[in-house]
């Protein structure tokens, strides 16, 4: 075999040069033979005896040469140590040109030795969709969407090149959208459906993308998937029920596409993919309650979905997973919650439903993802509502678990709301017993230390709370602010060029506020306020000047 391969190579290269087609084709299969026998040994001998640099005058268009040509390229490219010679000898400006081809054989072929040089290569592959092979290949799709193999070798060119970034652009200018969903509509096997939807989900990250294939009808694809999955037994069907229903909340992640699909509500598909909240498949539930919370990105489908009921079906939803539950499912109704309170006609309504005691069954949940959306649900609810703030601010139970969370020092996110509902709890009863049961609870310090916070809006949350809490329980607070360094805090805020003119101003509030306290009021004297204070009777914002001339009026006043 390896002297053949060698006179073969000898010969071809001799017959490259007066490019007799006989001698040529009989060198060909003589290469092909001896790849097929032993790809490696092969290709490095093809790579020493020179003949890739000659290869690219064997792919004209019209050569009965081409299709083993190429095939030669695509089995020696099978081999990482050829991929960069190959691209060295030149080879895929004429294999890309070569794409226009009618012959399905060339076609065919040129995919395959395109696909194995630009394997796993970023860079080759973004050389490939600046040379255009992007549309060039959905138009094949669309001429030959009935050869298998060319079809086959369209999908795995797709889903290769639709990982860039910098393909997306091209793809939108195409209409793939139809392409794609006029083949998987024809398709009957589970494999064929999953190539497609391998392309279809990297593409329908795009927006633009995720519109068209909407307006393509592939809604209605996924959603006749699921009919026919859901009660499905076999491994398959519980992929594609997995894969449809994910690529359908995908779809609702854009928002023109996301609007198309809600139709004001009285959508069909809005209404099918309602219907999978009750279902009695878990991940049905899960991608049921991910659309509600996709669907709930703004004020006006909010309050259409929960005039419509749909709260009731989270709720009951969440019920079936308070013990033992599904923790994505738990995550996505509370997201799904979390939306739908946004809008401030939809808080009461929520509330007389029952959805802080439902909320309330996760308190225990040991699950970071859950407990921050439980806070950030319960924040949401009770945003203006004094009488929810009040019943849940007075819970020991629900305070006592927030001032823990308050310390999960592992989690910045569930730390974070942690703080902000504890100061909510307090800034939107403004109640002496929510203030009780914060300061018994233990919570004031975390406040103090939220004041100190990068965040100026939670800086100023917590600002708000604490003057509150000097407000209307200072006697009780008092052990608390000075075991936390309130006051040198408020020194800190107050000197700090950088302090949003808000958080001056809540600061002298404080300051004015606690001096009613004397261990309180002898810091304040003993940290030279007066210097911080009389600064900022001239500061530009007036709120503030006015309030350090009352602040400085207090000290003189009392030192």
Known sequence: MADNLSDALKKLKLASADSSTDSVESCLDCLLKALAHNNADASEKIQETGVLPLLPTLLAPQSSCTPKVANIIAEVAKNEFMRSPCVEASLIPPLVQLLHSKDHEVLLQTGRALGNICYDSHSLQAQLINMGVIPTLVKLLGLHSDNTALTEMCLIAFGNLAELESSKEQFASTNIAEELVRLFQRQAEHEKKEMIFEVLAPLAEN???????????????????????????????????????DLMVLLLLGDESMQKLFEGGKGSVFQRVLSWVPSHNHQ?????????????????????????????????????????????????????????????????????????????????????????????????????QADAADQLGTNGKLVERLVEWCEAKDHAGVMGESNRLLSALIRHSKSKDVVKTVIQGAGVKHLVVMATSEHMIMQNEALVALGLIAGLDLVGAEKDFVGAGLVQVLHKLLSDEMSAPEVKYNSMVIICAVMGSEPLHKEVQGLAFIDVVSKLRSHENKTVSHQASLTEQRLTAQS
């Open 207 to 245: 927006d633009v993308i995720k519109l068209q294939l909407v307006e393509a009808g592939l809604v209605e694809c996924l959603l006749d998937v699921v009919v026919h999955t859901v009660d499905g037994v076999r491994e398959e069907d519980v992929a594609q029920l997995k894969t449809a229903s």
């Open 284 to 384: 049905l539930q899960l991608a049921g309650a991910l659309a509600i919370a996709n669907f709930a990105r703004n004020d006006g489908n909010c309050i259409h979905m929960v005039e419509s009921g749909i709260v009731q079906k989270l709720l009951e939803l969440l019920d079936r997973h308070v013990d033992e539950g599904n923790v994505t499912v738990q995550h996505a109704a509370l997201s799904a919650l979390r939306n739908l309170a946004i809008p401030v006609v939809n808080k009461a309504k929520m509330l007389s439903a029952g959805v802080s005691d439902t909320v309330l069954k996760f308190l225990p949940s040991e699950m970071p993802p859950v407990q921050f959306k439980l806070l950030g649900t319960l924040r949401m609810l009770i945003d203006t």
